[in-house]
């Protein structure tokens, strides 16, 4: 596992108790809560995508409201764009127990082969032994409950010759979150137009702005683009539940970051060109990496204080209260990062910006 590098309070922090204060802070749950007007929660996307609005966040601290579609604005020749090429799968699944009581779960993982871990309603009452019954050909049982997660280890008869792609293509949804309850939007809309590799729960939402057009826009313009893959997952969007975030314990996520993406960044910063993460997957992804090749699985959680060593910008959308992503952004803002982001969303609201999975974004990026 890969553990988040926090440094321990400094002299100076010991003997100025104002900053021995803010540093108490940044690690309290309860200082990364906010109010939220529930209409600023996007129900559907903008069209075309890169239509959504886009708030810049300069290192001088200005404050810009530009649209997305203007990203070539911002960004310029020299710079390197990673992407989150992984793709929603159609995890969410609807059966019955062999009482008729109705069953929904949500596949975040697979264990072995047919084989899943799950987040389950009612899980109270699917204990170990449990049948589900999806179709008259997929059924599937109980066998283990997971601690960390409380989800159930479901393993899955799919009949004969069948794989559980066919059956997730067959009879499962696009999961989208809980907070978008009343959306017209297609199931493509919820992928970015470059997701290519199966085996995310939830959408690399700061990717959903961008077109083919824009991508081509900015490749002309001499931005490079290479991609990397997180498997988005219960760790990206499970609530932190500890006051002290510091104990808090993230899911682990598998990702991919390739030779080739670790050459382009060496080779970006070399040249003086800026690296540009589009999202909270890609800028843990890169630091899990540590600037090497790697593939594998990562629990790294991020919040003021850590040591940030690949990203010169970061492409992010608004974030739910109290969340990982929104300490992970305050973070990367570098000095009183939690205070300056909280007043940058009170910003965003006042401005009518449309929040969360389907709502605008927001770019953070050093013009020097």
């Known amino acids: 596992m890969l553990s988040p590098k926090i440094p321990e309070p400094s002299l100076n922090l010991m003997l100025n108790p104002d900053l021995s204060l803010n540093y108490s802070l940044d690690h309290q749950l309860s200082s990364y809560d906010y109010e939220l007007p529930i209409d600023r929660i996007a129900q559907n996307p ?3 995508r890169d239509n959504s609005r886009l708030l810049v966040v300069e290192s001088n601290r200005n404050i810009d409201h530009r649209r997305f579609d203007q ?6 020749a020299g710079d390197l764009l990673i992407l989150n090429d992984t793709q929603v799968i159609p995890a969410r699944l609807y059966g019955n127990k062999p009482s008729g009581m109705n069953v929904e779960i949500l596949l975040i993982e697979p264990r072995d082969v047919n084989c899943w871990l799950a987040l389950v309603k009612p899980g109270k009452r699917l204990p170990v032994g449990s049948k589900i019954i999806f179709s008259q050909e997929v059924k599937a049982t109980v066998i283990e409950i997971d601690v960390v997660t409380g989800g159930r280890v479901l393993e899955f008869d799919l ?3 069948r794989t559980m792609d066919e059956v997730m293509t067959e009879l499962g949804q696009i999961p989208l979150p809980p907070y978008i309850n009343a959306s017209q939007a297609d199931p493509s809309q919820y992928q970015t137009v470059y997701a290519e590799k199966k085996g995310a ?19 002309d313009l001499g931005v490079a683009q290479t991609r990397i893959t997180l498997h988005v997952g219960i760790g990206t969007f499970r609530p932190v539940e500890t006051e002290d975030i510091t104990q808090h314990v993230m899911h682990q996520e598998w990702l991919e970051v390739s030779a080739q993406s670790i050459d382009a960044i060496k080779a970006t910063k070399a040249r003086g060109g800026r690296v540009i993460g589009v999202g909270t997957t890609v800028a843990r992804a890169l630091e899990s990496s540590k600037l090497e090749p790697f593939r594998g699985k990562t629990n790294l959680m991020i919040y003021p204080g850590y040591e940030w060593q690949v990203l010169d910008g970061l492409i992010t959308n608004f ?14 803002l570098g000095d009183r990062g939690r205070e300056r982001l909280l007043d940058i969303y009170a910003k965003a ?19 020097d």
């Not at 990203?71 to 310029?76: D, H, S």
């Open 159 to 161: 009949g004969i010759d």
């Open 349 to 367: 609201i006042e401005h009518q910006y449309r929040f969360y999975s389907f709502g605008d974004a927001m770019v953070i990026v050093n013009q």
């Open 201 to 219: 729960i939830a959408a690399p939402t700061a990717g959903l702005h961008f077109t083919d057009r824009l991508l081509a826009e900015l490749a």
């Open 46 to 48: 903008v069209v075309p």
């Open 319 to 332: 974030h739910l209260p109290k969340s990982s992503l929104l300490m992970l952004v305050a973070s990367f």
């Open 71 to 76: 990203l070539a604005q911002i960004l310029r």
